[in-house]
């Protein structure tokens, strides 16, 4: 509201004295008229320039303004906000302004919202908690659960927002008030989306200030609210939710919805549970400017909307009730009619992004995580006295065990950091641990095992099964600056998280020019050699996500590699997907003494297993141990002396390290769990063929799954799964070419 103008002398001649409107004074009635007078106004001009072809896209918030509004004037600037692109008003209400909006409708590099890189309407103002926004309808929502987890995190522990050297927090500035809410929105038709039902019973469990408002336009694209939704009323449906408070009100009303959101901000702050607000609301202009609702609207229903449109209805109010003349209604209006012109002119000589800066923020531009600083030594681990005081080698511990000291480690040294996924507790009902009833889970392989009981139960704790739940809250979650270190409890079920890994998670950074990010860490169990896991727990599909931007992908291979990595993973500033393989969890293979607290392993450097001088091997993760295997016995039979090189880490990867080890042997072969075709070594070929071509004495060959699924039935698994047989006979082909 600090941006509204406000005629001091219009005030003092036309505010009817102290009568107030559900406790929105005069006053505010017409600074709320201003807002939304001006939202409709930059609608209509976006429209104007699209057909000028001066913007190249428009999303309309007419018939929504009312409501949000409402929502500005009642909740506070310290609340956080994630909207959807309805929300003009809203933002306007909460101090953006109008010349803001359209240097992002004409993609300006100064556009605050995303520098030319999102659409109009994808509101994001760092300055006025507006967090960043995407365009797949509902993916905001969790998001907003887990910023308010955040908030409550913050409160209770405070020393947590408090800078600190040497890791992401460096550069992630916390912000918090106690007793904040967090608004969401969404229209009628996102209620569909599970991603909304997963929101609501998190939020409705565990008891979270936060203020869902559904915009019910009774339309999504074409689609009317009842095929969407059964029975035809969202209200209804989600009635049964514990702890909530609902509201159902006419969103073309300011003073209606002002009350409402008043009622639903004094719920959530006395900490009783979230809110939900259903609005009625119109949508006059069709969908966008690329939908027509007459081919699907009959006028008679169209006009029936238009008779509720909540500008024309607030400025009716202000006359009726005495609070404006018609000169008070037309000077605001003549006013926002002058300041958009200016603004537009001014919006359309701004500068376009360059087109070299197309790659800034896909990362982190302050901490890299393939630097020095991540380049550490293992502590030389003591020796162990026996009972008989003699000492032996400090015992070597399997992956799963360094995982889980490094947890602990880190969970210790930084206290932004909670863990939370699918078993990852010891026990929910911390009584019977209390009671020393039982021992505690943590994890289905044990993973995080007594974490909880070390941490405490609001550091480490289970989630729903929902593997969208895990991700989107945690991404609320690390955009608020904790560091959540989640589970995905097996890949083959990461797929229900897919929308907030591909557009959420790692576009986060770079859709909002670097005003907003979310460093977390995803671990997830992955891949075959189970001798009976099947289909369903044996999937690799790393390649997936190498392939999008913006996320850091490792595959350690053994114990000390695990360790040293996932603390790079925590203190990095980027999201990172950490895939752990099921089979190496306790291997005898690459166990390691216990390497200290601040042992870690930068991103993006290959690790020599073997070195050779006849054919490099390529490869990482379970296939490591089975391609040195395979190399000791060429070795042993036919004198072939191979490199060996574990990639380590997928995203990014270590090409000097392959260019160097194939311009010496040049000869190379890449190796992976995952079935050939389209797979992670696919790419490695094709630049090795690419920038190595003359240092190739032979072609570039690849040893992967067979393009099939991993079968129960052992014989099946063998014959699907690259085996160290494969590996050899592939290596002395290729040594022989
Ligand atoms: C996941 C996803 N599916 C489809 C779309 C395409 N789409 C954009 S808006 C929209 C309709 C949304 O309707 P509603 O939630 O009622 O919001 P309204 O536009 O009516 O305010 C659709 C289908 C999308 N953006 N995201
Ligand atoms: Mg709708």
Not at 119 to 127: C, E, K
Not at 331 to 352: G, H, N, W
Not at 645 to 659: G, H, S, T, V
């Amino acid at each position: 509201m600090a941006t509204t103008k406000v005629d001091p002398k219009l005030n003092e001649a036309r505010v009817a004295k102290a009568k107030t409107y559900e406790g929105l004074t005069s006053q505010q009635l017409i600074d709320a008229y201003r807002i939304m007078f001006t939202s409709r106004r930059i609608d209509d001009r976006e429209i104007l320039l699209k057909r000028q072809q001066k913007i190249f896209f428009q999303i309309s918030g007419a018939g929504h303004e009312a409501i949000g509004v409402a929502a500005a004037f009642a909740l506070k600037p310290s609340d956080w906000y994630y909207p959807y692109y309805r929300d003009r008003a809203l933002c306007l209400a909460l101090g953006a302004t109008p010349y803001e909006m359209l240097l992002q409708g004409v993609g300006a590099a100064d556009d605050p919202s995303s520098g030319g890189r999102q659409m109009p309407s994808h509101w994001a103002y760092q300055r006025l908690n507006i967090v960043t926004q995407s365009s797949p309808t509902g993916t905001q929502i969790l998001q907003a659960v887990g910023c308010a987890e955040a908030g409550l995190y913050f409160t209770q522990h405070p020393k947590t927002t408090e800078k600190a050297q040497g890791d992401y927090r460096e550069f992630k500035n916390v912000h918090f008030e106690p007793k904040e809410v967090t608004y969401v929105s969404l229209g009628d038709g996102t209620t569909s989306e599970g991603e909304f039902w997963e929101a609501l019973n998190t939020a409705s469990n565990r008891r979270l200030p936060v203020v869902f408002c559904v915009q019910d336009n009774g339309y999504a694209i074409s689609v009317p609210v009842e095929v969407q939704t059964a029975g035809g009323n969202i209200s209804r449906l989600v009635s049964g939710f514990p702890n909530f408070h609902f509201e159902e009100v006419d969103g073309t009303d300011p003073v209606l919805g002002y009350a409402a959101f008043r009622r639903a901000a004094e719920h959530c702050r006395a900490g009783r549970g979230p809110a939900f607000i259903h609005a009625h609301v119109i949508r006059p202009y069709s969908h966008s400017l690329s939908d027509d609702e007459r081919l699907y609207r009959p006028d008679a229903e169209r006009q029936a909307d238009a008779a509720r449109d909540p500008v024309p209805r607030l400025q009716m109010f202000l006359l009726r009730e005495g609070i404006l003349d018609e000169k008070g209604i037309n000077k605001i209006e003549k006013e926002v009619e002058e300041q958009l012109q200016a603004d537009t002119d001014r919006a359309l000589e701004a500068a376009p992004p360059q087109p070299e800066s197309i790659h800034n923020f896909v990362y982190s531009p302050n901490l890299d995580p393939t630097s020095a600083i991540f380049d550490t030594q293992p502590e030389v681990a003591a020796p162990e006295t026996a009972a008989d005081g003699k000492r032996s080698a400090a015992p070597n511990k399997t992956m799963a065990d360094l995982i889980n000291t490094t947890l602990r480690d880190e969970m210790r040294r930084d206290e932004r950091i909670i863990i939370f996924g699918e078993d990852v507790a010891d026990c929910s009902r911390e009584e019977y641990l209390k009671q020393k009833l039982v021992k505690g889970k943590g994890g289905v392989f044990k993973l995080t095992a007594s974490l909880q009981q070390q941490f405490g139960s609001d550091r480490v704790f289970n989630s729903p099964i929902a593997e969208a739940n895990i991700v989107g809250r945690a991404t609320g979650m690390a955009t608020r600056g904790l560091k959540p270190v989640v589970e995905v409890q097996f890949f083959d079920y990461i797929w229900p998280a897919m929308m907030q890994l591909r557009d959420e998670l790692p576009v986060i950074r770079w859709r909002s020019n670097n005003a907003f990010s979310a460093p977390l860490v995803i671990r997830v169990a992955i891949g075959g050699y189970l001798t009976g896991g099947a289909i369903y727990h044996s999937q690799c599909g790393e390649s997936i996500f190498t392939h999008i931007p913006g996320l850091r992908v490792v595959f350690p291979s053994n114990a000390l590699d695990a360790a040293g990595l996932l603390r790079t993973a925590i203190r990095c500033d980027d999201p990172v997907l950490f895939l752990e393989h099921k089979r190496l969890y306790r291997e005898t293979f690459g166990r390691a003494p216990y390497p200290g607290p601040d042992y870690m392993v930068p991103f993006g450097k290959a690790k020599v297993v073997q070195p050779g001088t006849d054919l490099t091997v390529i490869t990482y993760g379970a296939v490591v141990p089975r391609a040195l295997q395979a190399a000791q016995k060429l070795e042993r039979e036919h004198h072939v002396s191979v490199e060996l090189i574990d990639l380590r880490c997928l995203n990014p990867f270590d090409w000097e390290a392959i260019a160097a080890s194939v311009k010496k042997t040049n000869r190379a072969l890449i190796a992976y769990e995952d079935s050939l075709s389209w797979g992670y070594g696919a790419e490695i070929a094709a630049r090795i063929a690419d920038k190595l071509f003359h240092h190739l004495d032979a072609p570039v060959r690849r040893v992967a799954a067979a393009d099939t699924f991993v079968a129960y039935q052992p014989i099946l698994e063998d014959a699907i799964l690259p085996q160290p047989n494969d590996l050899f006979l592939a290596m002395q082909e290729l040594a022989q070419f």
